[in-house]
């Protein structure tokens, strides 16, 4: 079993910025690609972007292209996803996941991951 705990949450103001930590507790996390959704109040769970097992591949949802960056440090045991020029449509509770994957390559569909941490709030505004 994979753990995950997730950090950095909190409050911004639009246009402000910050980053999102998701640290696991083997050190195989290598092994893993990684994905962040977020799902807001009256909203459907959304896909934000995700990494595969090194930095050379990622993706990012439509909404968040251009703003959010996603980068890993496996000798730390831990992805982070750092957020830019924040919007107030990006408040939701935001959610890492994790599964074992042999390529570097990912998806953000939530039935693909196995393994997902606790939930981090993130609330935009003035």
């Known amino acids: 079993q994979l753990q995950l705990v997730e950090s950095g949450g909190g409050l911004a103001q639009p246009g402000g910025s910050l980053r999102l930590s998701c640290s696991a507790s083997?050190?195989?996390?290598?092994?893993?690609?990684v994905g962040w959704f977020r799902q807001a109040p009256g909203k459907e769970r959304e896909g934000v972007s995700c990494?595969?097992?090194?930095?050379?591949?990622?993706d990012y949802g439509d909404s968040v292209k251009g703003r959010f960056t996603i980068y890993r440090d496996n000798a730390k045991n831990t992805v982070y996803l750092q957020m830019d020029s924040l919007k107030a449509e990006d408040t939701a509770d935001y959610y890492c996941?994790?599964?074992?994957?042999?390529?570097?390559?990912?998806?953000?569909?939530?039935?693909?991951?196995?393994?997902w941490g606790q939930g981090a709030r993130v609330t935009v505004s003035s």
């Open positions: 990494i595969g097992r090194s930095n050379e591949y990622t």
């Open positions: 083997k050190v195989t996390y290598g092994h893993y690609v």
């Open positions: 996941a994790a599964r074992r994957h042999p390529w570097d390559m990912c998806v953000m569909q939530d039935y693909e991951y196995d393994y």
